[in-house]
């Protein structure tokens, strides 16, 4: 199975500062078709968890575009350009290129 | 608008079986899969498997073959979930949540299973 490993596990930001999530994965993620399945979502204290950015990089609708995601291969980053309140919680990367699909063990964003 | 609407929390007996229920609204159920993902308390996510809304077929990651169920009422536009010999490490809250060319893009709002003797 992949495993995704996300650093750091825990984040302390203050409101405005920008910050950055690691994922790193034990195997390439780029499918045969082309496409790298790499997904982040957010899930905010006591809800289901949302969607912030699928394909590496493509914004899902809604989502306000101070987040960002890049990577290729095995290294992903989901950048917040400013953080705000709302943006608390813990955020996760999931593949969807190897079955079965894997998620990465979290990183918890904390107010400072 | 688009909702997927689970059913309520359940406190259950070590041995026992549980079904619980994720009710889609709002888009065409046959053109999206489900997935289901569970989540232990305090813990990340898990994801268990999906099941093909347009033929039935489910596929289960190997933590979940052998206890857990995969079915549909398509008539109904509502994907089920069934543990059944509950152990006390189901206990959890399960999400189900739909995939197509977006992934994940809507999702339920979890049922807490309790397995308690």
């Known amino acids: 199975d992949v495993v995704l490993t996300q650093t750091p596990p825990t984040l302390s930001a203050t409101i405005g500062q920008s910050v950055s999530i690691s994922c790193r994965s034990s195997?390439?993620?780029?499918?045969?078709?082309?496409?790298?399945?790499l997904n982040w979502l957010l899930q905010r204290p006591g809800q289901p968890p949302q969607l912030l950015i699928y394909?590496?990089?493509r914004l899902e609708s809604g989502v306000p575009n101070r987040f960002s995601g890049s990577g290729s291969g095995t290294d992903f980053t989901l950048k917040i350009s400013g953080v705000e309140a709302e943006d608390l919680g813990v955020y996760y990367c999931?593949?969807?290129?190897?079955?079965?699909?894997?998620f990465g063990g979290g990183t918890k964003l904390e107010l400072k | 608008q688009i909702q997927l609407v689970q059913s309520g929390p359940e406190l259950k007996k070590p041995g026992e079986s549980v079904k619980i229920s994720c009710k889609a609204s709002?888009?065409?159920?046959?053109?999206?899969?489900m997935h289901w993902v569970k989540q232990a308390p305090g813990k990340g996510l898990k994801w268990m498997g999906w099941?093909?809304?347009?033929?039935?077929?489910?596929t289960y990651a190997d933590d979940f073959k052998g206890r857990f169920v995969f079915s549909l009422e398509a008539s109904a536009s509502t994907a089920n979930l069934q543990i059944s010999n509950l152990k006390n490490e189901d206990t959890a809250t399960y999400f189900c949540a739909r995939v197509a060319a977006i992934p994940f893009d809507y999702w339920g709002q979890g049922v807490m299973v309790t397995v308690s003797s």
């Open positions: 999931v593949q969807s290129t190897h079955a079965p699909w894997t």
């Open positions: 195997q390439s993620l780029l499918h045969s078709n082309g496409n790298t399945y």
């Open positions: 394909l590496v990089s």
């Open positions: 709002g888009y065409t159920f046959t053109d999206y899969a």
């Open positions: 099941i093909n809304t347009y033929t039935g077929k489910p």
